[in-house]
């Protein structure tokens, strides 16, 4: 059974938040809201999905702030910036930081709906892809320091003969290897070796889950 996104409201303006939170009821989809940044950290969890709608100035912990340490959590969800017209350089910053999109006050609800459903299928594709990085990790982690050589030695398209003479092993040993590093890996070509190593050795960025 799916899970039922959330959208997270922060914002420090309580009539907002109401106002908030009765538009995204009356599209059937599930809010919650935040009077701070620091009581949505409270109850943050990366498992959580949904979209984050965040106003940019607050007391205590800003918006940007958040926004920036959200940025370095998997699993956070895509940030959606509520700013005043003068805040605009401030948004652009936050873009720049991961946000996912910055909307100016006040604004068309149909275009914040809009923005709504395209952070939700954002975060439903980040979601995905993440579950594969961390199959991939698993399976990394099952492999003995010397597979892991092999595996990194292999991805890179070298013959046997070749990866033998660069770790100093007789090619029979290479072969045992790699055949472990197959089956641990569960690949059935060099191909799906290869883009396991790619999932795995290269960082998960937002460019590479760009919208």
């Not at 940007?64 to 370095?72: A, G, I, Q, Y």
């Not at 399976?139 to 892991?148: G, K, M, P, V």
């Not at 072969?175 to 197959?182: L, Q, S």
Request: net charge negative; glycine share 6%; hydrophobic share 45%.
């Amino acid at each position: 059974m799916p899970i039922e996104p959330t959208v997270f409201i922060v914002d420090d303006d309580p009539a907002l938040r109401d106002s908030l939170l009765w538009l995204i009821g009356s599209i059937g989809l599930h809010g919650e809201t935040f009077a701070s940044a620091e009581e949505y950290l409270e109850q943050f969890s990366p498992d959580r999905h949904g979209c984050l709608l965040l106003d940019v100035r607050m007391p205590g912990l800003s918006g940007l702030e958040l926004n920036e340490r959200l940025s370095k959590e998997r699993g956070a969800p895509p940030v959606i910036i509520l700013t005043g017209h003068g805040d605009v350089p401030m948004a652009v910053r936050a873009l720049k930081a991961g946000a996912f999109d910055f909307i100016e006050k006040p604004f068309s609800d149909q275009i914040l709906l809009e923005r709504i459903h395209k952070a939700l299928l954002l975060d439903e594709r980040r979601r995905a892809e993440l579950e594969r990085v961390l199959s991939v990790e698993e399976r990394l982690a099952t492999l003995t320091a010397r597979e892991r050589e092999v595996f990194e030695v292999v991805v890179e398209g070298k013959p046997n003969k070749v990866i033998a003479s660069d770790l100093g092993l007789s090619q029979k040993t290479v072969e045992v290897h790699r055949a472990h590093v197959m089956e641990k890996m569960r690949a059935d070509s060099l191909a799906a070796l290869v883009r396991m190593a790619v999932i795995a050795l290269d960082p998960l960025t937002d460019s590479r889950l760009a919208p």
